[in-house]
């Protein structure tokens, strides 16, 4: 077994300690921080990455540097992990415990405490005695078996267990973990998957979402191979793939190291996830057709798309409007025979980039207005200290109240009394309003993002195509209604522009 002196490199996992509950979180950390730094460079192991964990939830999903270091440590990433004590890994309800603990085992990482180094691997190992002070081996043999069982059920039920990946968030149903859409993220995937099946290559996409502002969740930008990685994966069609890795213990066949060999494709399972699918399985499908070189798509098959392909809906029927070419020149129609008028294409694409350009000058005023900061917290102290005096004042109108029917005041006193209070309630409430108010303004600065997008927008409109073009505005605009009266002028047509959610 490894000795602390053999560790060359290693993580550290803070958290606070049940024992320090109650004490000021920073300082905590910061203490057992200088601890385990001092620990390791009297040892000569160099921390190559920490894990600082500032909530104190007992779930493990409520402790994301947890399963962060987690993945970390079932990708044998680390030779060792430094703790405090065996308590802060092992804290939590039982099931968590169990997750943790096989993370480690499995991957053969050691955990080293300032006071003594454990390798759960090492089955026969004394220092096991020592983990059996937080619950017996048999407990933890059945737990294990049983959540082991649980995970895979679960997984095999469709539910999703690891880490979301881009364009999703975490949520549960029936207290097992699934994917949610992020609005935010999806709406980059399904960009990915359109520009890709419209002839782009993976390192355009990347500087074209880059550019707007999309950051994966791992690094600080998408690279070619992160936009390929997303294009090939079916968990954007609702679907769930296990087995696609397996390990190879440290120490069985004469293994030195945790191994980890990828299956191939046909080694995969995959079911039905229970999450929704961000796009349809027809795009899905030809993007791996031209991932697989079967099928390349030509930019000058005569299919280009419109640059306001799926954004414009007839405000009078609701459908879908078509761009149609008669004799040269493109108008955009109602496909409802006799619905509405038609207009120029161009008309419609120009109005559209001014209307952006409108909603870009307002927001701009309106940011130069409040150059103020996004942090709401000052002004959200003051809110709770205004609402509890406003509790207070409530409690003294019941106790008038009281005074009144226990005829220690009388009548004018009462009124008195009570018309004190009364304005004291009314200030109150004023400084409410005007606190709500002020974090209302304050929030609103995320503006500042929005008008950054739509400006990327508008400035790369002109030099992109058509799909480039009808996927910018995709990232922005919800969808655009039209209407138009019959035999009205040309440019007599109205928009109504709705904008995503930023
Ligand atoms: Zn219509």
């Not at 004590?85 to 997750?99: A, E, F, H, V």
């Not at 929704?276 to 991932?291: D, G, Y």
């Not at 419109?306 to 609701?318: H, M, T, W, Y």
Request: charged share 30%; with cysteine.
């Amino acid at each position: 077994m490894a000795k602390p002196n053999e560790i060359t490199e290693a993580a550290a996992y803070l958290r606070k300690s049940r024992m320090e509950e109650g004490m000021e979180t920073e300082e905590v950390l910061s203490r057992h921080q200088k601890t385990l730094t001092d620990y390791a460079e009297r040892n000569g192991i160099r921390i190559i990455e920490t894990y600082c964990e500032v909530v104190s939830g007992e779930s493990l999903y409520a402790r994301p540097q947890m399963l962060r270091l987690l993945e970390d440590v079932s990708e044998g990433n680390y030779e060792a992990v430094l703790v405090m004590d065996l308590d802060r890994l092992s804290r939590g309800r039982m099931k968590d415990q169990g997750i943790i603990l096989d993370a480690f085992r499995d991957s053969g990482t050691l955990i080293v405490t300032p006071d003594k180094t454990y390798d759960l691997s090492d089955d026969i190992d004394d220092e096991l005695a020592e983990f059996k002070t937080f619950m017996s081996r048999r407990e933890y043999k059945i737990i294990n078996k049983r959540l082991r069982r649980g995970l895979e059920q679960s997984i095999k039920d469709g539910y999703y267990v690891a880490n979301p990946p881009y364009g999703y968030q975490r949520i549960f149903v029936d207290k097992r973990p699934t994917l949610e859409p992020l609005e935010e993220e999806a709406r980059f995937v399904r960009m990915m998957f359109e520009m890709y099946t419209n002839g782009h290559g993976c390192t355009s996409i990347a500087r074209h979402v880059n550019l707007l502002g999309a950051r994966p969740h791992r690094s600080a930008k998408f690279s070619r191979n992160s936009v390929a990685a997303i294009l090939t994966n079916s968990v954007y069609v609702g679907k769930v793939v296990f087995n696609k890795k397996k390990h190879i213990k440290k120490g069985s066949k004469g293994n030195p190291k945790h191994i980890t060999i990828y299956n191939p494709k046909e080694k995969w399972t995959i079911v039905n996830g229970v999450h929704p699918p961000l796009i349809s399985k027809e795009l899905f499908e030809k993007a791996q057709e031209i991932m697989n070189g079967r099928y390349i798509p030509s930019k000058k098959d005569g299919t280009v798309r419109s640059p306001l392909a799926g954004l414009v809906r007839c405000k009078n029927c609701g459908r879908n409007m078509q761009r149609l070419s008669i004799k040269g020149v493109d108008y955009l129609l109602c496909v409802e025979p006799g619905c509405c008028a038609s207009a120029k294409f161009e008309f419609v694409e120009q109005r559209v980039l001014k209307h952006l350009q409108d909603i870009l000058d307002d927001l701009m005023a309106e940011k130069s207005d409040s150059a103020q900061e996004k942090d709401t917290s000052a002004i959200d102290e003051k809110l709770v200290a205004i609402r509890r005096e406003m509790a207070n004042a409530d409690r003294q109108k019941t106790r008038l109240y009281d005074l009144l029917e226990l005829g220690e005041y009388d009548l004018p006193l009462f009124r008195e009394r009570m018309a004190v209070v009364k304005d004291k309630m009314d200030a109150l409430e004023a400084e409410e309003y005007k606190a709500l108010e002020s974090i209302k303004r304050i929030q609103q600065t995320d503006k500042a993002a929005q008008a950054r997008k739509i400006a990327t927008v508008l400035e790369s409109y002109s030099e992109s195509d058509a799909p480039q073009r009808n996927a910018l505005l995709h990232s922005i605009v919800e969808v655009i209604w039209y209407s138009k009266a019959k035999k009205s002028k040309p440019t007599e047509f109205t928009l109504q522009i709705n904008l995503k959610p930023f």
